[in-house]
Each structure stands twice: as C-alpha cells, then as structure tokens.
C-alpha cells in the first residue's frame, strides 16, 4: 500500500485545515487508518484513526471535538478535518495503517505516507 499525504500548510490559530490521503496498492480497504503526527523534536504521538467500516472512530484526548478523520472506500481516501486549530497542533501529520486491535498503535505491516507539515500561528 502506499499512502500519499497532502493539504498541510500555514493556518492562523483558530482556524480549520483538511488534510487527505491517498492510498494505491494492495488492500487499502482491509486497513484501519490513521494519522499521527511529530511535532519538533518530539515523538511521534497517535491523532485520530478509523476502523475498516469507518464506524469506529479514536481520537487523542488533545484534539477530540476539535479533529475528524473519515474515509472513503470508493476512493481510496482517509481525511482529518482539522477545527480550531492551535499552535501546539503544529506538526507533521502522517497517514498510516493502524493495528486494529490497539487501533492508537501503527499497523506492523509499516504502511507510511511521507507526512505533511501543518504549521498553525498565534
């Protein structure tokens, strides 16, 4: 599967950014999907994912009612519709295949896109 992340960029605080991905190759459909995201020297930390269906979804404590991710399975899509946004959100956000049993959690089949950098100002 290869993933191709995009829709990062400049946002003012409070604003919204939609960030996509694309997914082509092998079984996009059978996945949990997910997006993480790396801030400036920091980890690597769990935002959002998806189940298969789309009817289970996860979030970080730090953006829930703020972010929502969906997917498109005629597509091939997953989206994060990213709402009030704040400076701490500033990140690259990558899209990924989950481990649907601990659906925080990169799938071990290590499916990455290439990351989009979202940068939000004060």
């Known amino acids: 599967v290869q993933l191709q992340a995009s829709g990062g960029g400049l946002v003012q605080a409070g604003g919204p950014l939609g960030l996509s991905c694309a997914a082509s190759?092998?079984?996009?459909?059978?996945?949990?999907m997910g997006w993480p995201r790396q801030a400036p020297e920091k980890e690597r930390v769990f935002v959002a994912s998806?189940?298969?269906?789309?009817?289970?979804?996860y979030y970080a404590d730090s953006v829930k009612g703020r972010f929502t991710i969906s997917r498109d399975g005629a597509k091939n899509m997953v989206y994060l519709q990213m709402n009030s946004l704040k400076p701490e959100d500033t990140a690259v956000y990558y899209c990924?295949?989950?481990?649907?049993?601990?659906?925080?959690?990169?799938?071990?089949?290590?499916?990455w896109g290439q990351g989009t950098l979202v940068t939000v100002s004060s």
């Open positions: 998806i189940s298969v269906s789309g009817g289970s979804t």
């Open positions: 990924t295949a989950m481990n649907p049993h601990i659906p925080t959690m990169p799938h071990t089949d290590n499916y």
């Open positions: 190759g092998g079984t996009f459909r059978s996945y949990y």
